[in-house]
Nanobody
Framework: QVQLVESGGGSVQAGGSLRLSCAAS????????MGWFRQAPGKEREGVACISPGGITIYYAERWTGRFTISRDNAKNTVYLQMNSLKPEDTAMYYC??????????????????WGQGTQVTVSS
């Protein structure tokens, strides 16, 4: 049974940092592409970043490229999203997800078959 559990969200002031974690069970994180998404109230879920089994990272928007870093710890079977220089517009629920084995990274939520429950990030000005 595949399970994803996010943690690390919280409330920070603008300019602060958070590191989100996505702990996986039921499979090994290095065997599938894993992505981070976010969803603000009233908005659609949007892709933030993805890491492939080979370690290739993709960031899906320039407005966080250079501020956010996706990484993976195979020993802990966990994927991370380091977020620096946070802005109020980064406020959202953040989710991790995984695509079926053999599929590539994607920014489309419908391509993902498992999701975590989400972790809330709130950035105040």
């Amino acid at each position: 049974q595949v399970q994803l559990v996010e943690s690390g969200g919280g409330s920070v002031q603008a300019g602060g940092s958070l590191r989100l974690s996505c702990a996986a069970s039921g499979y090994t994180v290095r065997s599938r592409c894993m992505g981070w998404f976010r969803q603000a109230p009233g908005k659609e879920r949007e892709g933030v970043a993805c890491i492939s089994p080979g370690g290739i990272t993709i960031y899906y928007a320039e407005r966080w490229t250079g501020r956010f870093t996706i990484s993976r710890d195979n020993a802990k079977n966990t994927v991370y999203l380091q977020m620096n220089s946070l802005k109020p517009e980064d406020t959202a629920m953040y989710y991790c997800g995984t695509v079926p084995t053999g599929r590539g990274c994607s920014s489309v939520p419908a391509d993902y078959d498992y999701w975590g429950q989400g972790t809330q990030v709130t950035v105040s000005s």
